[in-house]
C-alpha cells in the first residue's frame, strides 16, 4: 500500500508560481508511473501531467510550457512546478501513483492510477 501526502498549495496571484509537493510512504514496486491531476470547483477531475520511473513526462495541453513534473526518487517524492498561473488553474491538486499501460508515439507515458493523495488547494486571483 502506497501512502501519498501532497503540499505546498496556497493562494497566489496570476501570473505567481507554486511549488507542489507529493511524498510517497513506501516504495512500491509494481508502481512505475506518478502523476498530478486536478478538481476544479464543481468540475470532474482532469489529468495534469505524468512521469515514468525513467523520467519521461506527459502533460495535458493546457498546461504545456507552465507546469513541469519531476520527482526524487531517492527521497519518494513528487514535484510540480507551477508557472504563470492563471484563475482558471484554481483546483484541489492530488498526486497518484500507478503503472504505465501504453506509451505515446512520441514515448510519452500514459498511466492507470491505483494510489490518491488527499489534495492540496490552489486558489489564483486575478
Known amino acids: 500500500q502506497v501512502q501519498l501526502e501532497e503540499s505546498g498549495g496556497g493562494s497566489v496571484r496570476a501570473g505567481g508560481s507554486l511549488r507542489l509537493s507529493c511524498a510517497a510512504s513506501?516504495?512500491?514496486?509494481?508502481?512505475?508511473?506518478m502523476g498530478w491531476f486536478r478538481q476544479p470547483p464543481g468540475k470532474g477531475r482532469e489529468w495534469v501531467a505524468s512521469?515514468?520511473?525513467?523520467?519521461?513526462?506527459n502533460y495535458e495541453d493546457s498546461v504545456k510550457g507552465r507546469f513541469t513534473i519531476s520527482q526524487d526518487n531517492a527521497k519518494n517524492t513528487l514535484y510540480l512546478q507551477v508557472n504563470s498561473l492563471k484563475p482558471e488553474d484554481t483546483s484541489m491538486y492530488y498526486c497518484?501513483?500507478?503503472?504505465?499501460?501504453?506509451?505515446?508515439?512520441?514515448?510519452?507515458?500514459?498511466?492507470?492510477?491505483?494510489?490518491w493523495g488527499q489534495g492540496t488547494q490552489v486558489t489564483v486571483s486575478s
Open positions: 513506501a516504495y512500491s514496486a509494481s508502481s512505475n508511473c
Open positions: 497518484a501513483a500507478g503503472v504505465v499501460y501504453a506509451t505515446t508515439s512520441d514515448v510519452r507515458p500514459q498511466c492507470a492510477y491505483q494510489y
Open positions: 512521469i515514468d520511473r525513467d523520467g519521461r513526462t
